[in-house]
Structures are given as structure tokens and as C-alpha cells.
């Protein structure tokens, strides 16, 4: 496998988003980098979910979410609704997340740059995860080209990049990294 978890630093990039979805009128949101376009006709979407993750059952069960695009500003977003799992916590409370219900009643997480809802269609097992491909029913935009999304390659730029370049050799290290970032916010 060697260096192909860190494909990022070559330029291979992906959008940072928050998936959010709900079941019998609870709200569930967790933090994804995978994300990608499959079809202008019709428009679909596809995000990639690992089994283990709460979210993945309530999609499959619910058949509809939302991809809510973070901007840079909202990296500490991105790390509270990925450090933390909808089995232990309401994140909506814990991280008073403010939305508004859209045309599938999935929670549309405001202040992101764009809101896109959509209804399942397919599902695929691939490897450690499922594709999940959803047929776009509505978005909106709030922010432009202007505006920077927040990519993958800006969650590992805590601290200075020399120190996490030597530290992430380090068994266990990704451990210290999240009680540092949680302890920082």
C-alpha cells in the first residue's frame, strides 16, 4: 500500500462535506471526503460510506441525504462531526447546528456554501465501503467560485505540516492529533 493514503499531497484532492440525513424525525450528520458527481442527466451524486459509520444504516434505511459543501472556514465543523459518532451524541445539539428542513425532510445544514438533497437510487458494496448514489431533488447555492471549499488536504494543516510529517510515522499518532485538535477548538 505504501503511500496511498497520502495521494492528497500530489494534488488528488476531494471536498470536505457534512452527509446528513434523518429516520422517524431525528437528525443525523457526520463528516465525508468523498463525494462526486456521476450524471447531469439525470443528476446524480454519489458519497462512499463506510458500514461501521451510524450514518451509513440511517441512509440505507431512510433512502435520502443531503451533501452540505463546507467552506475553509468551517474546518472545525467538519472536525467536530467527524470526531464524534450519532450512536453516543445528538451532534445537531452537542454542536448547535443550526438547518432548515428541506424537500426530503433531511436537515440542511445552513451557513455551507451549497445544500444538495437527494433520494437514493443505488447502492453498491465496494471494498471497505458502500456507494451511495442519489438523484439530486434540489439544491441551493449560497456561495461562488470566490468562495475556497474546504478539501481534504486542509484537515491535516493543524499545526505546523513539518511536525505532522514526522509525527504521523508514529503508531497511534492520529490518536493525539484529534485529542490535540478537540482540546484546540
Known sequence: MGNIKHIYEAGIDN????????????????????????????????????????????????????????????????????????????????????????????????????NIECRVVAEYPHGDHTIFVGEMVDATVIGNRKYSSLLLSDMNTVGPRFLWEILRKIPGIFILKKIFITQKK
Not at 428542513?101 to 451557513?111: A, D, M
Open 15 to 114: 471536498m470536505v462535506v457534512l452527509i446528513s440525513t434523518s429516520l422517524d424525525g431525528k437528525n443525523y450528520v457526520m463528516t465525508s471526503g468523498t463525494v462526486a458527481e456521476v450524471s447531469h442527466t439525470p443528476p446524480l451524486l454519489l458519497t462512499s460510506i463506510c458500514p461501521e459509520r451510524y450514518t451509513h444504516d440511517i441512509i440505507r434505511k431512510s433512502r435520502v441525504f443531503a451533501v452540505n459543501v463546507l467552506s475553509k472556514k468551517q474546518k472545525m465543523l467538519a472536525v467536530n462531526c467527524g470526531s464524534k459518532s450519532g450512536r453516543d451524541i445528538d451532534k445537531f445539539k452537542e454542536f448547535h447546528l443550526k438547518y432548515r428542513l428541506g424537500e426530503c425532510k433531511v436537515p440542511l445544514i445552513n451557513g455551507c456554501l451549497a
